[in-house]
């Protein structure tokens, strides 16, 4: 049985330079403890081999209490208040924070101050209590209307200006519909579409990888999909595997694999979120190919 890994899987440039930056600061900590503000990735095997490393995760509670220390801000980002708090408890910000969600955070803020003087609204797509959206909805002063389905438009008063922004690892597809939903309401009430500003502000290296593993997923008879169940961009990016390949499989890493899955099959392809490193898909080949040789 042929085993391939999707060579487009894997981190993005954001987590990859949050992990980077973690191990650096690891490596030469003195003994110091380094503390992350939420889990550096949504993947739990990473989080807990870089536990092993030092690493320390922390809840939004236990920051307050912190002082003299120092704090990794992971690549979602933070909102002001964070960066409020470190200067206020003397604790040293190692910003891992992604370019990406950092010139995202710029747009929000920007578009709050115009649309506020407009008498506008400003809607983010996203998870609610998501790390990212928090850190948008900061820049907003928490006033922005985070939107994840058809029945939470209903928080928007579509006779006032719209602004509509996604998080950045959401799927385009759900972005767009959510945008012609948003159409369709504003129509209803009577209101114009000047009055509606849609930004896809969704990462480039995430909307990429949704064609790209379509294709992985048609070229092979099964798929696993290796990702932390908490990855916003795993569940996306799984359903578009899915979607082309019904013999595809969201596992968090290799114990989660059945034998059954592979009979009658004669190709297994492996891929993973933005958030999946490669190491963990490496282990899951590895675990199907043993099967394949104890056959």
Known sequence: ?????????????????????AEDELSHGEGHTLYCLGDIVHNRMEVERLHQQGLRVIDREQLGTLHDCKVLIRAHGEPPETYQLALQNNLELIDASCPVVLKLQNRV???????????GQVVIYGQPGHAEVIGLTGQTR??????????????IDFRRPVTLFSQTTKSTAGFYKMKALIEARIAAAGGTLESFDANDSICRQVSNREPQLARFAQEQDVILF??????????????????????????ENEGDVQDEWFAGMASVGICGATSTPLWLMRQVAARVEGRAVAA
């Not at 803020?109 to 008498?119: C, L, P, V």
């Open 109 to 119: 803020k920007h578009a709050f101050d115009a649309t506020t003087r407009e008498n």
């Open 226 to 251: 290796v990702s932390g169940r908490k990855s916003s961009n795993g569940k996306a990016l799984f359903s578009v595997v899915n979607a082309v390949n019904p013999h595809s499989y969201f596992i």
């Open 1 to 21: 049985m042929q085993v391939t890994i999707d060579k487009n899987s894997g981190y993005c440039f954001g987590v990859e330079f949050a992990i980077q930056m």
């Open 142 to 155: 928490n006033q922005a209307l985070i939107v994840m389905t058809e029945a939470d438009l209903d928080q």
